[in-house]
T-cell receptor, first 113, second 114 residues
Framework: GNSVTQMEGPVTLSEEAFLTINCTYT??????LFWYVQYPGEGLQLLLK?????DKGSNKGFEATYRKETTSFHLEKGSVQVSDSAVYFC????????????FGTGTRLTIIP | DSGVTQTPKHLITATGQRVTLRCSPR?????VYWYQQSLDQGLQFLIQ???????AKGNILERFSAQQFPDLHSELNLSSLELGDSALYFC?????????????FGEGSRLTVL
């Protein structure tokens, strides 16, 4: 079945540092890939997505590229801010199936001023 | 604000009891999903409804059941509660039956079983 393996947390960085959160996946077919973010006390919200190989999703300075050859979708940001502190979830959906998402375990990110 | 409303936000109950969690999807969304978020198992898909019909089932226990009503709101019923059922239960909605993967999540209902 489908699975997502995500970098273990928590991750603590200083403001303006470079961020990478690793995500690899196992899936049959051609899944779509997502990063969701959960701010304290809130539900998850979509951060970015990519629906086919070599696509790059981007939003709010975050980027991730769909790498089929390495089955990866690593999240990156060049300069993090305190407001980026949250839990980040990598997820995939079966492109030709239902919309249910398979999530990674989440990575808690804390940015220190 | 995602537009998805969940009630109650917090619920404390005892083992063996039964509770109902309610979800109102975004206006116009036909699909409703339920997820359970716990510390030891992460975010687990429970069940999906589309326009009143069950569409997909995940790791939902037999003690749990759900339904989607004609006005598209959904309820998740949890019975014979155990300590391990303590978790954050999320509802999410989308406009389609499948394909895009973009879900809109509510803020969750935190269930504590004592």
């Amino acid at each position: 079945g489908n699975s997502v393996t995500q970098m273990e947390g928590p991750v603590t960085l200083s403001e303006e540092a470079f961020l990478t959160i690793n995500c690899t996946y196992t899936a049959t077919g051609y899944p779509s890939l997502f990063w969701y973010v959960q701010y304290p006390g809130e539900g998850l919200q979509l951060l970015l997505k990519a629906t086919k190989a070599d696509d790059k999703g981007s939003n709010k300075g975050f980027e991730a590229t769909y790498r089929k050859e390495t089955t990866s979708f690593h999240l990156e940001k060049g300069s993090v801010q305190v407001s980026d502190s949250a839990v980040y979830f990598c997820a995939l959906s079966d492109r030709f199936g239902n919309e249910k998402l398979t999530f990674g375990t989440g990575t808690r990110l804390t940015i220190i001023p | 604000d995602s537009g998805v409303t969940q009630t109650p936000k917090h619920l404390i109950t005892a083992t063996g009891q039964r509770v109902t969690l309610r979800c109102s999807p975004r206006s116009g969304d036909l699909s409703v999903y339920w997820y359970q978020q716990s510390l030891d198992q992460g975010l687990q898909f429970l069940i999906q409804y589309y326009n009143g019909e069950e569409r997909a089932k995940g790791n939902i226990l037999e003690r749990f059941s759900a339904q989607q009503f004609p006005d598209l709101h959904s309820e998740l019923n949890l019975s014979s509660l155990e300590l391990g059922d303590s978790a954050l239960y999320f509802c999410a909605s989308s406009s389609r039956a499948g394909g895009t993967g973009e879900l809109f999540f509510g803020e969750g209902s935190r269930l504590t079983v004592l």
